[in-house]
């Protein structure tokens, strides 16, 4: 579970803790104070500004509304989405925190090849660029590219501690979200190294669910869509009165819930 008072009320050891919860309540000014604060406290280490990065992006699912069902699981709404574009102040800060993110995990596994926070730090910077290349830019072979290179460091990630629940995500998402694809489109990504087994996603996604840290909301509102997508209306209903009660400051679980109902 995440810490649940704010940044400003809890000693720096668990500030990552409440800017991910403030990051899922769309309290996105909390967030990047307490990301902000653990980078001051915790200077050489990279999962601080690549959080950062990660508020900066959440914000961006918001503004643009990407993050709700009638978004994730129509393809056409999806294919067709050009409303708003993409906010240049917030894809500047989004990319220095990534930068310094990378930077400082670069630094970290040139001295310790095995590091699992920098691995993952740079697995998660690659799996947010991905997610912003595809989902904002609409550059669906980059965000490829990088999904397929945070799966690569997730693995390496796993096969030195197989219980990193956050790292299933990046193989979890890659697997799940490429199944989608049309059966030909599919057997091409698979040609080209990609990972697309549905069922081994939606496990991976569920692993990172009950067993994840800083991911597992994330992973759970993942799970939901993937429910609408499959008409197992239960399900979604079940994991997003989950996330409605763990985070109160959403709308987005209450306005999904409502549609449900």
């Keep these: 579970m995440l810490g649940g008072a704010r940044a400003a009320n809890v000693p720096a050891a668990s500030t990552l803790d409440a800017g991910y919860r403030n990051l899922y309540n769309l309290q996105f000014d909390d967030a990047h104070r307490a990301f902000h604060e653990w980078q001051q406290a915790n200077p050489q280490d990279p999962l601080g500004p690549a959080s950062d990065a990660a508020a900066y992006l959440f914000f961006e699912f918001n503004r643009m509304h990407i993050l709700e069902s009638e978004f994730l699981t129509n393809d ?3 294919q067709d989405q050009k409303k708003l574009s993409p906010d240049a102040r917030t894809k500047q800060a989004f990319e220095s925190q990534l930068a310094r993110a990378r ?3 670069d630094a970290v596994l040139a001295q310790e090849p095995r590091n699992p926070n920098a691995l993952f730090a740079s697995a998660l ?3 947010l660029r991905g997610d912003y290349a595809a989902l904002i830019e609409k550059r669906n072979l980059a965000g490829l590219s ?3 290179e945070a799966r690569v460091l997730a693995q390496r990630l796993l096969a030195t501690d197989p219980s990193y629940g956050d790292a299933y995500l990046a193989l979890g998402v ?3 979200l490429l199944s989608l694809k049309p059966a030909p489109l ?4 698979r040609v080209g190294g990609a990972q697309t087994d549905k069922a081994a996603g939606l496990q991976d ?5 009950e067993k994840g840290h800083y991911l597992a909301p994330y992973a759970r509102l993942l799970l939901a869509v993937a429910a609408l997508r499959d008409n197992d209306r239960d399900r979604a209903r079940d994991l997003l009165e989950g996330l409605a009660r763990e985070f ?3 709308p987005l679980y209450v306005r999904e819930l409502a549609l449900l109902r």
């Design 186 to 189: 599919r057997w091409l990504l």
């Design 103 to 105: 930077q400082l995990a």
């Design 205 to 209: 996604l569920r692993f990172t669910a």
């Design 248 to 250: 109160p400051q959403n």
């Design 146 to 148: 990088y999904m397929k």
């Design 174 to 176: 890659e697997n799940y």
């Design 76 to 78: 056409k709404n999806f």
């Design 125 to 127: 910077t690659l799996g």
